[in-house]
């Protein structure tokens, strides 16, 4: 347990045969309950994970025979017959965490990437009623950024602001990382069921979060907490991933806009965005016709439609970002400005 709250941890694994045992041999004394998801690995994940756990579990029983936590086992293996993708891996654990009753579930991918002493700063806001999700962060402060490869900084940067307009935490940042920790209530309260399951489960479950008002907390953790090599391997391929998670987020803004209920005057904000995009847009199509067709007076209007639906926007931007001020946080590991 961490400060009197059971702690659960999933680790999704895909073809992590080389280093999720090393994952299983790191693991905090404190977490209660670790659930180990193999997503239909095509290489000896399984065995591995199967090996490392009975590894375990015979170096816990040479201790003093007492319980482990607040359970009799502590490992949970588990393999998907299907691959789902790293979303369903988690959701698979959060369905068992859930069942558990665990306080607080955190994720560590299988890659081992992810300090486990890290760990106790993730689980602190939790733990402290501060937030329902927590999530490392390598974006807080820009002296952090040069551990990241540069093609996957620009890809994180621009998913990072997608990604705040979709969610409307403003203040959000790497929302790609993966480092997390959930609590009970939020659990509770999400359908995990109409989550998404691939690799933009992270952006998708803002949005979820935000919907119903949860507060987020980002906590400081620069990348050399993740990357130990300068040629980062990765199972996400950004040229793909980036545009699909560009249209889910863009859906999922349209959906946040729709919802009822959450934080903040919802119809204002749906009718300021709708005339600034549809501003914009006629005011472009207009420009544009006269510059391929001109046509005398037929764009003499569309500057002071830019202007105003590009104010319209802004506006948009300024609600949103006010009626949701109070969901988000950022913890620093030293004293910041």
Same mark, same amino acid.
């Given at each position: ?24 041999? /790191? ?17 000896? /994940?399984?065995?591995?994970? *199967? ?10 029983? #040479?201790?003093? =025979? ?18 789902? =993708?790293?979303?369903? @891996?988690? #959701? ?6 859930? @069942? ?30 501060? @937030? ?22 620009? =890809?994180?940067?621009?998913? /990072?602001?997608? /990604? ?12 790609? *990382? ?8 939020? #659990? ?21 979060? *935000? ?40 859906? *999922? ?20 965005? @709708? ?63």
């Amino acid at each position: 347990m961490y400060r009197d709250h059971t702690v659960g941890v999933v680790v999704p694994a895909y073809n992590e045969e080389a280093l999720v045992g090393r994952v299983v041999e /790191t693991m905090p004394e404190f977490v209660d309950r670790v659930y180990l998801v193999d997503d239909a690995s095509t290489d000896d /994940t399984w065995a591995e994970i *199967n090996d490392a756990v009975a590894t375990a579990r015979e170096a816990e029983a #040479l201790d003093d =025979g007492s319980i482990h936590g607040a359970f009799d086992e502590r490992w949970v293996p588990i393999q998907h017959d299907d691959n789902r =993708g790293v979303g369903g @891996a988690i #959701l698979t654990g959060y369905r068992r965490a859930l @069942a558990d009753d665990i306080d607080a579930t955190a994720v560590m991918a299988g890659d081992a990437q992810m300090d486990p002493d890290v760990l106790p700063r993730l689980l602190a806001p939790v733990v402290e009623g501060e @937030a329902e999700y927590v999530k490392a962060s390598r974006l807080l402060r820009r002296e952090d950024w040069t551990g990241m490869p540069p093609f996957r900084l620009f =890809g994180n940067l621009l998913l /990072t602001g997608l /990604t705040r307009i979709s969610s409307g935490y403003w203040r959000m940042t790497d929302p790609q *990382n993966g480092y997390t920790v959930i609590s009970q209530h939020a #659990l509770t309260e999400l359908d995990l069921d109409a989550l998404y399951e691939d690799y933009g489960f992270a952006n998708d479950l803002l949005v979820r979060l *935000n919907a119903h008002g949860m507060p987020i907390a980002d906590v400081e953790t620069p990348s050399e907490f993740f990357y130990e090599d300068e040629e980062w391997d990765s199972h996400i391929d950004l040229k793909t991933f980036v545009p699909k998670t560009s249209v889910l987020l863009l859906r *999922n803004f349209c959906w946040r806009l729709r919802r009822d209920g959450g934080p903040g005057p919802v119809r204002s904000l749906l009718a300021l965005y @709708a005339v600034g995009v549809v501003g914009v847009v006629v005011a472009l199509v207009l420009l544009l016709s006269s510059v391929v067709a001109p046509a005398g007076d037929s764009a003499d209007g569309s500057p002071t439609l830019l202007v105003a639906g590009g104010l319209s926007l802004l506006l948009g931007f300024a609600l949103d970002l006010g009626s949701n001020a109070g969901l988000h946080t950022r913890v620093y590991s030293e004293p910041h400005d």
